[in-house]
């Protein structure tokens, strides 16, 4: 009998000690005389139970967690690779059938259907789990058929500004045959996120099938992984995938005998968090230094290299196998109102359950926090949540109320962004965390632009002074005067965003700046 143990190998886990999880593993049975089959899988997203183990027995998987090195011996001698199986265990790691668990039962995984399932990096481990089903229907469409169905599915980009992705990849579409490019951004660099990494290096063969029907909808023949270099294990995974599927016709020359061309490389970022943005994106990717290109024209008109160029984010370009799979009504039967589909939840912070969490869009910031984040870990009450990275803004429990729906989160002054979730507790400082916000800025800015580049900076300066108490309230007023300019003034998002975590902080928790606390009117309207 050979006992099938599945170990993650994504970043997170290793740095929880999954690989020496599984070395002791491989010690352990040999002095044991078991044999075992260790499966090095993706991440199933609950973090706190990392490294999560899981033996596989009659179908099921069953779960322990989190384990560490000095755990597998204990676990052996209480019979977890015994013929009876692990199911009737009694051990304080067991946590039962993986997919009962109340985190993981409650989702609705469409683009991470595969992710934690199989070997990464096995492209039959991804076929026989439906893989490439997606781009076998769409070679058997016309490319404008692919956009069609891509707009009726309300697809809307997943990397922070939500723009409709049928209507970007029509656009280039409709420019003239000639050089055009698919880039997906992979410059995953905002706070409490997590979800393009995991999907990378748990299943990165739907980012590549995402960007091969990407190419065949819009007639590009080339594609970019634009990969931030903290992200090591991700490329490691994508180029194995790549390498993979180009040997088995999946990209290449000639895809799957369509006559269609499609070749896609890995490129390195260098930690600059500007290059988030698309242009300065498209700028590192030339070879340049990553300054923020004025608009127009739009990269669907002159992208990289001056060619059309689509670019999207990666869970926006890893829903599309789905999309094409099952239709584009399968997938918008999913989500409220402009807000279709799912959205892969980061949920991060001062949270006991802190892990990545997929369902349609419309569930409410309190359910999430308190019902799937399970609340803080430091027990306090919560007292706030950002959403949408180090540039979203600061939700107090008053606005708990609100659907995760773009248009919801933008009424209140907010944003979805890449859907990361961080939770504060009863103890932050809030003016602390809106003078990070200046800094944060001040420090990642390109420089281009004059809002975002002195505005940032005399921010610090400006809440500097009122933390010391000098003339507080008009040093607030030059605050204000200062996000009003950076809003409206900035070139890009970055300092173009850095208003709303500000403004938010000092809106919903004026106490923290020394003014009188006030109610929140528009969470009772």
Not at 48 to 65: A, I, T
Not at 229 to 256: C, F, T
Not at 361 to 373: A, N, P, Q, R, S
Request: charged content about 25%.
């Amino acid at each position: 009998m050979t006992v099938k143990i599945y170990i993650p190998k994504d970043a997170a886990a290793i740095a929880c000690g999954a690989d020496e999880v599984a070395a002791a593993f491989k010690k352990t049975a040999k002095k044991a005389a078991v044999k075992i089959d260790i499966v090095r899988n993706g991440s199933r997203g609950m973090l706190w139970l990392e490294p999560l183990v899981e033996v596989e027995h009659n179908g099921v998987r069953y779960g322990f967690g989190p384990v560490a090195e000095d755990d597998v011996q204990d676990l052996v001698k209480a019979g977890l690779l015994g013929e009876k199986g692990p199911k009737g265990i009694k051990h304080k790691l067991a946590v039962g059938p993986v997919e009962d668990i109340p985190f993981f039962k409650k989702q609705t995984r469409l683009t991470f259907a595969r992710c934690g399932l199989a070997d990464p990096v096995s492209l039959p481990d991804y076929k026989r789990l439906g893989g490439y089903k997606g781009l076998e229907n769409a070679l058997k469409l016309k490319p404008i058929e692919i956009v069609d169905v891509v707009s009726k599915s309300g697809l809307r980009g997943r990397g922070g500004a939500g723009f409709p992705t049928g209507i970007k990849w029509k656009t280039v579409h409709d420019t003239p045959p000639q050089q055009k490019y698919i880039v997906c951004n992979a410059d995953e660099g905002d706070s409490g996120t997590f979800a393009d990494r995991m999907i990378m290096e748990g299943d990165p063969f739907v980012l590549i099938e995402g960007m091969t029907i990407a190419g065949l909808a819009v007639g590009a023949t080339r594609g970019y992984i634009y990969l931030r270099s903290e992200y090591p294990h991700a490329g490691m995974a994508l180029n194995a995938a790549i390498q993979a599927a180009k040997k088995d016709g999946y990209l290449g020359d000639n895809v799957r005998g369509s006559g269609h061309t499609f070749e896609l490389q890995v490129r390195m970022g260098a930690g600059a968090y500007v290059c988030g943005e698309e242009t300065s994106l498209l700028e590192s990717l030339e070879g340049k230094r990553g300054l923020v290109r004025a608009k127009p024209p739009l990269p669907a008109h002159k992208g990289l290299f001056g060619q059309p160029t689509v670019i999207n984010n990666v869970l926006s370009l890893a829903a599309v196998p789905y999309i094409m799979e099952h239709g584009a009504q399968a997938y918008a039967d999913y989500g409220v109102g402009r807000s279709r589909g799912t959205m892969p939840i980061q949920l991060a912070g001062n949270l006991k359950h802190g892990g990545l969490f997929e369902t349609a869009f419309g569930i409410t910031l309190g359910e999430l926090v308190d019902d799937i984040g399970g609340g803080t870990l430091s027990g306090k009450p919560v007292k706030a949540v950002q959403v949408g990275g180090p540039l979203g803004a600061y939700f107090p429990r008053g606005y708990f109320d609100t659907p995760f729906d773009y248009e919801a989160f933008a009424a209140r002054d907010g944003l979805i962004g890449h859907a990361g979730v961080v939770v504060f507790d009863e103890t932050a400082d809030m003016m602390a965390q809106a003078r990070f916000a200046f800094e944060f800025c001040a420090v990642e800015s390109c420089g281009k632009c004059t809002p975002c580049r002195i505005g940032s900076t005399r921010g610090v300066e400006t809440l500097d002074k009122v933390r010391a108490g000098e003339r507080p309230e008009a040093n607030l007023a030059v605050v204000e005067d200062l996000c009003n300019t950076m809003k409206f003034g900035s070139l890009c998002a970055l300092g173009g965003f850095t208003p709303y975590p500000v403004m938010s902080a000092l809106t919903h928790f004026p106490e923290d700046f020394g003014r009188p606390a006030k109610k929140l009117a528009a969470a009772a309207e």
